[in-house]
């Protein structure tokens, strides 16, 4: 067995299926996630999970070997090794970070009362509670540049949020200057480049504000989500970065007592579910 199987397979077996938010069940032979588990949290195939597990499959995807590293919990030392044992390079440091740390996936496991998401220095979704997709829209119904906040927000707009003129200003800004940001912190990244290279091309007002060459910290905002199966929730979002990964946890709050914090704890309670035809439709993907 090779070094990259036995440790996908090593890994695997000693997460368990409560430390992924999963139900253990009866009849399991072994504490660890099933192999169909993993392949579902990588989103992959169980015959690909298999294959990779049983030395078959060979040089893996950086992709692929980065939804593994999540989907496993592993540290940044585990994944270094992981894709050292695929015949892949580490991830540089001269690109945008993607690894979720265990400790952040705790955060957003055990802290559901309030929507919460994490992202790029870019705004490239990774991952979200229940609560959050409840809200805001399925992150996982979104492919390629769609998982991208900056992308959606200047080529489709924001249908299903509204902001006072204030915050919206603020809000287009801020994401613009993030982008540059990272351009100075991430030289390197191609795909960062592409971005910015198709929002330039794509959006006049990306255009526009780009030529400001802003750099500034991302601001809290208050929106109102009006596309929710419990009628608008107006939240304040904050946005909160991790330390020594670049990443953002972005939590979604509502004022204490008030009745939008009322319709978020119903929401909790509901779900991805629709209620009676008294109230809007689903979600929609938001920002």
């Not at 080529?155 to 100075?184: N, Y």
């Not at 990244?189 to 991302?218: C, I, K, M, N, Y």
């Not at 939008?260 to 309670?269: F, G, M, N, S, Y």
Request: hydrophobic share 40%; glycine share 8%; proline share 6%.
């Amino acid at each position: 067995m090779s070094e990259f199987a036995s440790v996908l397979r090593s890994w695997r077996n000693r997460l368990t299926p409560a430390e992924v938010g999963l139900p253990g069940g009866s009849g399991r032979r072994s504490p660890g996630l099933r192999r169909e588990e993993l392949a579902a949290l990588a989103n992959v195939s169980v015959d690909y999970v298999v294959r990779l597990e049983q030395g078959r499959a060979t040089h893996p995807s950086p992709q692929l070997l980065n939804a593994l590293a999540i989907a496993l919990r592993l540290d940044s030392g585990e994944r270094d090794h992981l894709y050292r044992s695929a015949g892949a390079a580490p991830p540089s440091p001269a690109v945008v970070p993607h690894h979720i740390t265990p400790g952040v996936h705790r955060i957003i496991d055990r802290l559901g009362d309030v929507p919460m998401a994490v992202f790029t220095a870019t705004h490239d979704i990774l991952l979200w509670n229940p609560l959050w997709a409840a809200l805001a829209g399925d992150p996982s119904r979104l492919v390629g540049m769609e998982r991208n906040l900056v992308w959606r927000y200047f080529t489709t707009g924001h249908d299903g949020v509204e902001f006072d003129e204030q915050h919206e200003e603020e809000f287009s800004a801020d994401l613009t200057a993030d982008l540059r940001a990272a351009m100075g912190r991430y030289p390197q990244d191609r795909g960062l480049q592409r971005l910015v290279s198709r929002l330039r091309a794509t959006s006049p007002e990306f255009e526009r504000r780009w030529a400001e060459a802003r750099v500034a910290e991302h601001r809290a905002s208050r929106k109102t989500v009006t596309r929710t199966s419990v009628g608008p929730i107006t939240v304040d979002c904050d946005v909160l970065t991790v330390p020594g990964g670049d990443l953002r946890i972005v939590v979604y709050t509502a004022v204490p007592g008030s009745e939008d914090e009322a319709k978020l704890d119903l929401l909790r309670v509901i779900g991805l579910q629709d209620l009676s035809s008294g109230f809007a439709g689903s979600a929609t993907a938001a920002g």
